[in-house]
Every structure is written in structure tokens, then in C-alpha cells.
């Protein structure tokens, strides 16, 4: 895996800002900045614009917070149940249109919130999504229809003091993840084939 090099790399600064923290502040986020979260996911592109994408939103101190936390793998909990906002997101299985499989509902999902990961970034809220959490558990509590699958929590809020988190966990608040070299997974003309770039 390569060093970081986003500073390098020539990508939208944007892009070089985002990563996952595990520290959050105790700073609320207004209901205007998760209006405006939530806007940008609705302009994400999606298979026949089914817009298969559903976020249920919970704000800290609340119970229905405290349940969605229950949910949440013992490994996540320390780092996630101190975001002041978690999103339950959620994927309808199916095409509104004709009620077949949509096989693209997860990757839909999933640029919907990259959509709001970068509005939410331009105003300093970061997100850690997390799919270490019970998934069975949180359609029971929130009675998700079957058709209906929750894919991943999303904790989300203004950057914290990294030193408030347990010592396991202050290294990888310090240290930004690597990536594949694109070499390994761009090709020219056919499969597994050098690029040019
Ligand atoms: C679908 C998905 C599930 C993830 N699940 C977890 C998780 O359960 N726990 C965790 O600490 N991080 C989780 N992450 C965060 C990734 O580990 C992180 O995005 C990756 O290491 C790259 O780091 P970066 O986001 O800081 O660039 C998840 C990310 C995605 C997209």
C-alpha cells in the first residue's frame, strides 16, 4: 500500500481534506447544515434515478440515538457513540418502477453518501462511516420494511481533540491511510494489463 500522497497527488483539495476521524467535538450540527446534507445527497446520479437512498437521522442525548448506538459493534462504540449525529443509511431493494432486484441499489447508495461526505466537508463536518454494526438488529427497531436493507452508520460532526480518545486508538487518529498505486487497478485495453499513465 502507498504512503498517503494526497498533498502530491494534483486532486481536488476537496478530496485531499476528506478522511474518517475518530474524534468528534461536542459541537452540535445546526439543522440548516444536515438540511443542506441531506440536499446534496439528493443530487447524486442513480440506475433509472430510483434514488434508492434513505438516511435516518439521530442526534446525541436522544433515546432513539441510544438505540441505534446498541446496534453499533463493540469495536466502533468507543470512537462513534460520541459523533453528535448518527445516520442509519438505508437501500431500497427493489425498483419502484417494476419491483424487480435492483442490483444497483448499494452502489447508488453509496455515491448519495459520497454526495453529502463532501457537502458535509465543505462546511468542516467529517464522517466515519462504519458497516460494523448489527444490521439485523436495527431494521427490528426501526421496523425497516423487508424490501429495505440498512448498509452502513455514518458518524458524523466537527473535527475533536484527538488526545480525548482511548490510547488504542490515537495512532490512527495521527496517521492518514494509504492507497493502491493506480497500477494496480487501472488497465489499458484488457484485464490486468499495464496503463500508460
Ligand atoms: C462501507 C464502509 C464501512 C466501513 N466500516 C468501518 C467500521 O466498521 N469501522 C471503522 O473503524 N471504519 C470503517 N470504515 C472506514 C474505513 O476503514 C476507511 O474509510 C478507510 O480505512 C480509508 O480511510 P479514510 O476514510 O480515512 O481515507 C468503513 C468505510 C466504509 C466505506
Redesign the pocket.
Known amino acids: 500500500m502507498s504512503e498517503d500522497n494526497r498533498e502530491s497527488s494534483g486532486i481536488i483539495d476537496i478530496l485531499k481534506k ?3 476521524p475518530r474524534s468528534f467535538s461536542n459541537k452540535n450540527i445546526s439543522d440548516e447544515s444536515l438540511q443542506r446534507i441531506f440536499e446534496a445527497a439528493r443530487w447524486a446520479p442513480s440506475c433509472f434515478n430510483e434514488q434508492p437512498w434513505n438516511f435516518i437521522y439521530f442526534r446525541r442525548g436522544s433515546e432513539s440515538y441510544n438505540k441505534l448506538a446498541a446496534a453499533i459493534m463493540d469495536g ?1 462504540k468507543p470512537w462513534s457513540i460520541n459523533a453528535p449525529v448518527l445516520v442509519l443509511t438505508v437501500a431500497r431493494n427493489s425498483f419502484e418502477r417494476n419491483g424487480k432486484s435492483n442490483n444497483y441499489a448499494m452502489h447508488d447508495l453509496g455515491m448519495a453518501v459520497f454526495s453529502l461526505t463532501l457537502q458535509a466537508l465543505s462546511e468542516d463536518i467529517y464522517l ?5 454494526f448489527d444490521a439485523k438488529m436495527t431494521s427490528e427497531i426501526f421496523r425497516i420494511d423487508d424490501n429495505f436493507s440498512p448498509a ?1 452508520v455514518l458518524a458524523m460532526g466537527y473535527l475533536g481533540d484527538p488526545e480525548a480518545l482511548p490510547d488504542s486508538l490515537k495512532p490512527s487518529e495521527k496517521k ?2 494509504g492507497r493502491k498505486p493506480i497500477s494496480e487497478f487501472v488497465f489499458m485495453n484488457s484485464w490486468k494489463k499495464a496503463n500508460n499513465l
Open positions: 476528506r478522511w474518517s466502533n466515519h462511516q462504519l458497516a460494523g452502513t492518514r491511510t
